[in-house]
């Protein structure tokens, strides 16, 4: 489960999901927008059900990264989703891909699917 993260767009904006403990691994990954469209919510689900959006009310941009960070004390192999803004103004949600979130370096969106190096 992951009990902290921290988004990064120029300030440090933490939340807390519960009490972190000294076992905790901190880790960071890049979310790359490489789609035409605005990355509305990221989402982690690592069997204990969805996330609530990483984000937190930001947005990622068309060609846009943007840093997150988290602490982990749950499984790395998780599902990950992306919602985006269509271009008619509409939201859709895309479908569930398996990453490690402990091996991430960059997350990449590209309009289709979720990939990771």
């Known amino acids: 489960m992951f009990r902290k993260l921290t988004v990064i767009t120029g300030f440090a904006l933490a939340l807390s999901a519960g009490t972190v403990h000294a076992e905790d691994t ?7 927008n490489d ?4 990355i ?4 982690t689900n690592d069997g204990d059900g969805w996330s609530t959006n990483w ?9 846009e990264t943007q ?6 004390d749950g ?3 998780i599902q990950v989703k992306v919602s985006w ?3 008619d103004g509409g939201q859709t949600e895309g479908e569930p891909w398996n990453i490690d ?7 990449y969106f590209d309009g289709e699917k979720v990939t990771f190096d």
Do not use: M, W
């Open 26 to 32: 901190n880790y960071s990954f890049n979310i790359k």
């Open 67 to 72: 840093a997150l960070q988290f602490t982990q």
């Open 75 to 77: 499984p790395c192999e």
């Open 85 to 87: 803004r269509t271009t």
């Open 40 to 43: 509305s919510a990221f989402q």
């Open 35 to 38: 789609s035409n469209y605005i």
């Open 55 to 63: 984000l937190n009310g930001d947005q990622v941009g068309a060609g």
């Open 101 to 107: 979130i402990c091996k991430a370096h960059t997350v």
